[in-house]
């Protein structure tokens, strides 16, 4: 008895299509849940952040290392509404730009920010250059205001808890606890099933 294996072009094509089908049904269901929670559909508001992981030793080749968080592996940056919800998701090498990186992910993401009025970030995404990016993709009324902390010792500031807790959303899911992927494709795919996965059950409740 003879196997065939699948070519290898095929399988990144399918995982391509699986997931842009997966992206439009995360955002469909993003939709509905902010109807659900009295929003509408789309945000006023943004808050953009990164998040680097490891990787394991099936890293496949986009992979580096984060000098300032001593992490090898990937990094997620992320944008999401007042509700914590993904809007937009890039995966680069870890020691990427995270300036750059979330301007790529507004510029992906616009057609989904056309009432958005104000952008939240950390100190990591302050200067005029980045601003004036932001403005140029989504609008020159749109505000970038930099949450600055206020001292040394630990304090919850209330804007940017909004984008930790979704990051805390990926590390309940085992999958995402690392990125186990070879390709950051596949690492695309499975941040929006595990949101996909979270907001079909807080719809069902």
């Not at 940056?77 to 998701?89: F, N």
């Not at 020691?95 to 920010?113: M, P, Q, T, Y």
Request: with cysteine.
């Amino acid at each position: 008895m003879t196997f065939r294996l699948t070519p290898q072009s095929m399988v990144i094509s399918r995982n391509g299509n699986e997931k842009e089908s997966g992206s439009l049904l995360h955002d469909k269901l993003r939709s509905k849940l902010r109807e659900k929670l009295g929003r509408k559909t789309q945000s006023t508001v943004a808050i953009a952040d990164s998040q680097s992981v490891k990787t394991t030793e099936k890293r496949g080749i986009v992979y580096g290392f984060d000098g300032g968080k001593k992490v090898k592996g990937r990094k997620r940056h992320i944008i999401v509404d007042s509700q914590g919800l993904l809007i937009g998701v890039l995966v680069t090498e870890a020691n990427g730009s995270e300036r750059l990186g979330a301007i790529v992910v507004f510029h992906e993401s616009k057609d989904k920010l056309t009432q958005l009025e104000v952008v939240w970030v950390d100190q990591g995404y302050s200067g005029d250059n980045f601003a004036q990016a932001v403005k140029q993709i989504c609008g020159e009324e749109v505000r970038v205001e930099v949450i600055q902390r206020q001292s040394k010792e630990f304090e919850v500031l209330p804007k940017r808890w909004i984008v930790e807790r979704t990051f805390g959303w990926f590390n309940r899911f085992r999958r995402l606890s690392k990125d186990y992927e070879l390709s950051t494709e596949f690492s695309t795919a499975m941040i929006y099933g595990s949101l996909i996965r979270l907001m079909a059950r807080r719809l069902a409740s």
